[in-house]
């Protein structure tokens, strides 16, 4: 990449603390989603292991999905105005 096209710090900043945001919201978002499928919290690690198994396994699996995917879909919204940006600054 050359030094022209390599995103500023300011563009770094501003997506590690909008990938930061999305997490957080899609953490938020599945807790209430569990919540209202099941009729109480998703699972914690620090609770009890009466819980099944297979229930915590679930809430980790789609915690992690929706997390991940809220962090690939910053990531990429923050880069394409980046390179908005740089291309207002050049031109």
Not at 7 to 25: D, E, M, N, Q, R
Not at 31 to 52: C, I, S
């Amino acid at each position: 990449m050359a030094d022209d096209e390599a995103p500023s710090t300011l563009a770094k900043i501003a997506g590690a603390g909008a990938a930061v945001a999305a997490a957080w919201v899609a953490q938020r978002a599945v807790t209430l989603a569990w919540k209202t499928a099941t009729g109480h919290r998703p699972p914690k690690p620090d609770e009890d292991l009466e819980n099944r198994f297979v229930e915590i396994a679930a809430a980790a699996a789609v915690t992690a999905a929706a997390v991940a995917f809220a962090k690939v879909y910053t990531a990429r919204g923050t880069a394409r105005l980046a390179a908005r940006v740089n291309a207002n600054r050049a031109g």
